[in-house]
């Protein structure tokens, strides 16, 4: 039963005097369907606590029926659309319980990977990796090894997400094996193209070239240009990073012809990127900014990781255009972006690298800024981890040993310890916000500030290169 009227108070008012006429005659099965839809009238208002109570009487209601999954299901996708990991996942549980009552082996196996997927949208997540896990345990049960590895691709770019880089080429090898037995050419295509992107960010460049040539030439192939269009994405960033930039430029062309061929804002913003390291890289900051600009807002609800690395090359071509007036409204939405969806240290770097971009501007009070400002997202990613301490230290290593890095490439010896001075004075006003905690930790930064010759130490000491 659905409402029909665009009158959102006039439609809960007939919802509601349905489900009392349903009360009345004992129908439980009505009223259940009735309470689901005030569920998603109050979900489309934005009050998700009253509709999260309204799934949960309308899963009761109906918990003897296989339209329970349905409301968990549409309970979980409106908390994943929400950000809440945690309800989503509490929800698609109640979902796949409800569904071992009605659904055989196939339909089961297909619910718990799409309810992984689910979990994993925009960004991977744990327990959306642990429900993909027991999708290819039960499709390995059913001695469906071509499913289970496709179930597997999703494994593996969530554990791509989550940093397991080696876990991830662990699947994708098994992967492998399964569509070379299978003679199976769309599974190959797509495994290469995620072995690829893996091996790429592991800095295996012939590796990763390897992989993303042969999965182009496999998708142009099988004439799918989506895939055609996604694999170029990763083969111009590989090729770009083994220096390769007329390869790499064409690779992104080709890939923004495509996404305006498709329609696709994804691939739109993966080519734009691209350009823009090109550009940048070139000396053509204004081309660059423009061209990161327009990626990060197309990867904005998309993308987060992808969000932020626009935003942080926006920032760099901005302060090197000379543009400074923009920088304090960049910088503004990368940390609301970064703090939104924990990319914290992601974001850390693109101020350290735009720090460095304004010292060689000799725009010191500016670069002190900055590089507070990466102190401060390093502090917040520390302090929302498990082993604090640990966390701490590296984090504020690495970023001190790129400030530090910078500046004695930048500045004179006479230069430098004002800078420091600056950098110190924005920290002990960053402690006040982070609590009495972090108060030795942060003396003791100031001490590292304050010796002398102790960058050339700490660099050591974290193996970081300019």
Known sequence: MHATLGNDELAESELQAARQAFVSLGDVHWEGQVV??????????????????????????????????????????????????????????????????????????????????????????????????????????????????????????????????????????????????????????????????????????????????????????LNDDEAVAHVLGNLGLAQFEAG???????????????????????????????????????????????????????????????????????????????AYDELQAIGQRLVDAAQAADLNEKAAEAFSHTGRVLLRARDREGAADLYSVAVRLQLTHATGTADFEEEFVASLLQTLGLLAAHVEVELADNERQPFYDAVLADLDQAARGFGEQLRPYLDDVRAVLEEQGVFARLREKQGADD
């Not at 080696?166 to 090898?173: G, I």
């Open 36 to 221: 689901g839809n005030l569920a998603e009238l109050a979900a489309r208002r934005g009050v998700l606590d009253t509709a999260d109570d309204l799934w949960s009487a309308a899963s009761d209601l109906l918990a003897a029926e296989p339209d329970a999954a349905v409301v968990a299901r549409r309970a979980a996708e409106a908390w994943v659309a929400d950000g809440d990991v945690d309800r989503a996942h509490r929800w698609l549980v109640t979902e796949l319980d409800m569904a071992e009552r009605f659904e055989d082996g196939p339909a089961l196996a297909w619910r718990t990977a799409t309810a992984g997927a689910l979990l994993n949208t925009g960004r991977g997540t744990e327990p959306g990796l642990s429900l993909l896990r027991t999708a290819v345990e039960r499709y390995n049960e059913l001695n469906d090894a071509q499913q289970a590895t496709r179930v597997r691709l999703d494994l593996a770019t969530a554990l791509l997400d989550l940093g397991r880089d080696e876990d991830a080429v662990a699947e994708l090898e098994k992967c492998l094996r399964v569509a070379d037995q299978h003679s199976d050419r769309v599974l190959r295509q797509h495994t290469l193209a995620n072995m690829g992107e893996i091996v790429r960010r592991n800095g295996e460049l012939e590796r990763a070239l390897a992989s993303l040539n042969e999965a182009v030439r496999l998708a142009r192939d």
């Open 244 to 322: 390769e930039l007329d390869e790499a430029r064409a690779a992104f062309t080709e890939q923004l012809r495509l996404a305006g061929k498709l329609r696709s804002e994804q691939h739109e913003a993966s080519a734009l990127g691209g350009l823009g390291n090109l550009d940048y890289g070139a000396g053509r900051y204004k081309k660059a900014a423009a061209r990161y600009h327009r990626a990060a807002d197309l990867h904005s609800g998309a993308s987060a990781v992808r969000e932020v690395e626009a935003l942080g090359g926006w920032l760099a071509s901005v302060a090197s255009a000379g």
